[in-house]
């Protein structure tokens, strides 16, 4: 089955300056790669997907890539501003798959 | 997105106890899901729940302690059953709405004692 790994695991960075979170995942057959934001005793949000037909996907100061070759994506954070600061987790998925998440990263963006 | 509501919000047992949480959607969903999230740790699916079939439970799940209800396309109920500590998380479903998107419920906070 499916298994997805996600780093770092915490991840500090000065207000202002980009952020990176990357995943990996195993099967091959997976080709729908959510990202949610959890802030602390709130419900996981979708923030942005990419799909295995693109390559990178952008939506204003968040912005995801995907190397189908390598077998990861990686979530790019620019601008980071406090309320940034929560837990992100990845997910992969494929048709007929269920969600398989990584551990999560908590990022704490400092003023 | 679908606007999902999960009640109770929170609730603290009594070992050996049940409890039913109910997961209400806005609009019809084919596809709805429960998940468990430990303090501090990822999202771990417990089933998939479509209605007029069936749950699909994931490995180390099973019906007799989850049963799962999914009466119609906006509803469903997961049970714990006997709940023990080791039960204290919190139970979040989610629809898929759109291909593949899954949102999610707010969560239910147990903890048992």
């Known amino acids: 089955g499916e298994n997805v790994e996600q780093h770092p695991s915490t991840l500090s960075v000065q207000e202002g300056d980009s952020a990176v979170i990357k995943c990996t995942y195993s099967?091959?057959?997976?080709?729908?790669f959510p990202w949610y934001k959890q802030e602390l005793g709130k419900r996981p949000q979708l923030i942005i997907d990419i799909r295995s037909n693109v390559g990178e996907k952008k939506d204003q100061r968040i912005a995801v890539t995907l190397n189908k070759t390598a077998k990861h994506f990686s979530l790019h954070i620019t601008e980071t501003q406090p309320e940034d600061s929560a837990v992100y987790f990845c997910a992969a998925s494929g048709w007929g798959q269920n969600f398989v998440f990584g551990p999560g990263t908590r990022l704490s963006v400092l003023p | 997105s679908a606007v999902i509501s999960q009640k109770p919000s929170r609730d603290i047992c009594q070992r050996g106890t049940s409890l039913t949480i109910q997961c209400q959607v806005d609009?019809?969903?084919?596809?709805m899901f429960w998940y468990r999230q430990q303090p501090g740790q990822s999202l771990t699916l417990i089933a998939t729940a479509n209605q007029g079939s069936e749950a699909t439970y994931e490995s180390g799940f099973v019906i007799d302690k989850f049963p799962i209800s999914r009466p119609n396309l906006t509803f469903s109920t997961l049970t714990v059953s006997n709940m023990s500590p080791e039960d204290s998380s919190i139970y979040l479903c989610?629809?898929?709405?759109?291909?593949?998107?899954?949102?999610f419920g707010p969560g239910t906070r147990l903890t048992v004692l």
């Open positions: 099967d091959s057959a997976s080709n729908y």
């Open positions: 609009s019809q969903v084919t596809m």
């Open positions: 989610s629809v898929e709405a759109g291909i593949n998107e899954q949102f």
